[in-house]
T-cell receptor, first 113, second 112 residues
Framework: NAGVTQTPKFQVLKTGQSMTLQCAQDMNHEYMSWYRQDPGMGLRLIHYSVGAGITDQGEVPNGYNVSRSTTEDFPLRLLSAAPSQTSVYFC????????????FGPGTRLTVT | AQSVTQLGSHVSVSEGALVLLRCNYSSSVPPYLFWYVQYPNQGLQLLLKYTSAATLVKGINGFEAEFKKSETSFHLTKPSAHMSDAAEYFCAVSSTGNQFYFGTGTSLTVIP
């Protein structure tokens, strides 16, 4: 089991560029989520999915899109990068929402200049 | 609405001393509670979780936490700190909804 994998590990973007952060899990988990981590703010939920074809917004969804076409994959798209999106992004998965713990990927450190 | 408050963004303890990291939650329904640890440049790892069984929960690396409904608390403790415990610790809460809510984290420093 690879668990939760994320690519890339590091990325530098210019303002206005778009990109996709990849996330995959091999544990057959229904629930997947994306967080951003900023100093002193903990983890803030961007988007989440309770199963293939179902996504919903979290606390800070603006500027980000997601889709869930398969159980395994949950990519996060930045539509037009802004310096305020400089952050560390974590993908996580869980067997079911709420009851079971989440398993986290290693993170993607994104810098927008 | 649910929320988590972690008192103390930075905690320093001497090696061998008691570790106490505080977490208070707000939830209108019986919560599920979690403690995670994050080492530098890594993702979060589960330390322990409370899911309405025993109120005293034991986790990995000698950590434990006690669920106190009357105080809406879920504080994390370890009797004797080790240098390898230096890390960032996050408390999280969820319930019957589809979201987990994280505290802002506590950075633990262990002084030799």
């Amino acid at each position: 089991n690879a668990g939760v994998t994320q690519t890339p590990k590091f990325q530098v973007l210019k303002t206005g560029q778009s990109m996709t952060l990849q996330c995959a899990q091999d544990m057959n988990h229904e629930y997947m989520s994306w967080y951003r981590q900023d100093p002193g703010m903990g983890l803030r939920l961007i988007h989440y999915s309770v199963g293939a074809g179902i996504t919903d917004q979290g606390e800070v969804p603006n500027g980000y899109n997601v889709s869930r076409s398969t159980t395994e994959d949950f990519p996060l798209r930045l539509l037009s990068a802004a310096p305020s999106q400089t952050s560390v992004y974590f993908c996580a998965s869980s067997l079911l929402a709420g009851v079971y713990e989440q398993y986290f990927g290693p993170g993607t450190r994104l810098t927008v200049t | 609405a649910q929320s988590v408050t972690q008192l103390g963004s930075h905690v320093s303890v001497s090696e061998g001393a008691l570790v106490l990291l505080r977490c208070n939650y707000s939830s209108s329904v019986p919560p599920y509670l979690f403690w995670y640890v994050q080492y530098p440049n890594q993702g979060l790892q589960l330390l322990l979780k409370y899911t309405s069984a025993a109120t005293l929960v034991k986790g990995i690396n000698g950590f434990e936490a006690e669920f106190k409904k009357s105080e809406t608390s879920f504080h994390l403790t370890k009797p004797s700190a080790h240098m390898s415990d230096a890390a960032e610790y996050f408390c999280a809460v969820s319930s019957t909804g589809n979201q987990f809510y994280f505290g802002t984290g506590t950075s633990l420093t262990v002084i030799p």
